[in-house]
Protein backbone atom coordinates (compact mmCIF):
# COMPACT_ATOMS: atom_id res chain seq x y z
CA UNK A 1 0.00 0.00 0.00
CA UNK A 2 1.53 3.85 -0.59
CA UNK A 3 0.46 6.89 0.54
CA UNK A 4 0.89 10.75 -0.45
CA UNK A 5 -0.26 13.17 1.99
CA UNK A 6 -1.86 15.90 0.26
CA UNK A 7 -0.39 19.61 -0.29
CA UNK A 8 -2.97 21.66 1.25
CA UNK A 9 -2.42 20.84 4.75
CA UNK A 10 -0.70 23.08 7.70
CA UNK A 11 0.71 20.48 10.66
CA UNK A 12 2.13 21.59 13.72
CA UNK A 13 3.15 19.59 16.62
CA UNK A 14 1.92 20.96 20.18
CA UNK A 15 2.66 18.42 23.35
CA UNK A 16 2.99 15.55 21.57
CA UNK A 17 0.13 15.72 19.80
CA UNK A 18 -0.62 16.83 15.52
CA UNK A 19 -2.88 18.99 14.75
CA UNK A 20 -3.51 19.36 10.77
CA UNK A 21 -5.41 21.98 9.70
CA UNK A 22 -7.03 21.31 5.59
CA UNK A 23 -6.64 24.63 4.49
CA UNK A 24 -9.51 24.38 1.97
CA UNK A 25 -11.99 23.21 3.79
CA UNK A 26 -10.75 24.74 7.17
CA UNK A 27 -10.91 21.27 9.16
CA UNK A 28 -9.05 20.69 12.12
CA UNK A 29 -7.73 17.37 12.82
CA UNK A 30 -5.82 15.87 15.88
CA UNK A 31 -4.22 12.94 16.81
CA UNK A 32 -3.69 10.94 19.54
CA UNK A 33 -0.21 9.15 20.12
CA UNK A 34 -0.87 5.97 17.91
CA UNK A 35 -2.04 8.51 15.40
CA UNK A 36 0.65 10.95 15.78
CA UNK A 37 3.29 8.01 15.43
CA UNK A 38 1.66 7.03 12.39
CA UNK A 39 1.46 10.38 10.54
CA UNK A 40 5.35 11.27 11.61
CA UNK A 41 6.15 7.56 10.11
CA UNK A 42 4.42 8.21 6.95
CA UNK A 43 5.89 11.98 6.88
CA UNK A 44 9.37 10.48 6.67
CA UNK A 45 7.94 7.68 3.94
CA UNK A 46 7.70 4.83 6.33
CA UNK A 47 6.39 1.61 4.47
CA UNK A 48 3.25 0.03 5.85
CA UNK A 49 4.76 -2.80 7.54
CA UNK A 50 7.80 -0.56 8.86
CA UNK A 51 5.18 1.15 11.08
CA UNK A 52 3.25 -1.67 11.77
CA UNK A 53 6.54 -3.13 13.59
CA UNK A 54 6.78 0.66 14.60
CA UNK A 55 3.87 0.54 16.38
CA UNK A 56 3.98 -3.45 17.65
CA UNK A 57 7.42 -2.57 19.46
CA UNK A 58 5.91 0.96 20.72
CA UNK A 59 2.52 -0.09 21.81
CA UNK A 60 2.85 -3.55 22.63
CA UNK A 61 0.27 -4.87 20.17
CA UNK A 62 -0.45 -7.63 17.84
CA UNK A 63 0.54 -8.02 14.48
CA UNK A 64 -2.84 -8.47 13.10
CA UNK A 65 -3.97 -5.42 15.53
CA UNK A 66 -1.37 -3.15 14.37
CA UNK A 67 -2.35 -3.83 10.74
CA UNK A 68 -5.96 -3.47 10.84
CA UNK A 69 -5.76 -0.28 13.34
CA UNK A 70 -2.76 1.15 10.38
CA UNK A 71 -5.40 0.26 7.62
CA UNK A 72 -8.51 2.01 9.40
CA UNK A 73 -6.19 4.98 10.23
CA UNK A 74 -5.03 5.48 7.07
CA UNK A 75 -8.40 4.76 5.55
CA UNK A 76 -9.79 7.27 7.53
CA UNK A 77 -7.29 9.73 6.65
CA UNK A 78 -7.84 9.12 2.99
CA UNK A 79 -12.00 9.86 4.22
CA UNK A 80 -11.32 12.97 5.25
CA UNK A 81 -8.87 13.78 2.17
CA UNK A 82 -5.99 14.30 4.47
CA UNK A 83 -3.82 11.29 2.20
CA UNK A 84 -3.95 9.63 -1.13
CA UNK A 85 -4.36 5.79 -1.32
CA UNK A 86 -2.67 3.60 -3.94
CA UNK A 87 -2.58 -0.15 -3.46
Known amino acids: M ?3 IVPDLSI ?9 LKRSTSTIHSFNA ?3 AIWKSMEQKTS ?3 I ?9 VSQ ?3 EEDISDF ?3 LEK ?5 IQE
Open 48 to 50: FDD
Open 74 to 76: LFS
Open 52 to 60: VRLLTERFD
Open 12 to 20: RMISNEIFI
Open 80 to 84: NRLIT
Open 2 to 4: KYA
Open 34 to 36: TGT
Open 64 to 66: ETA
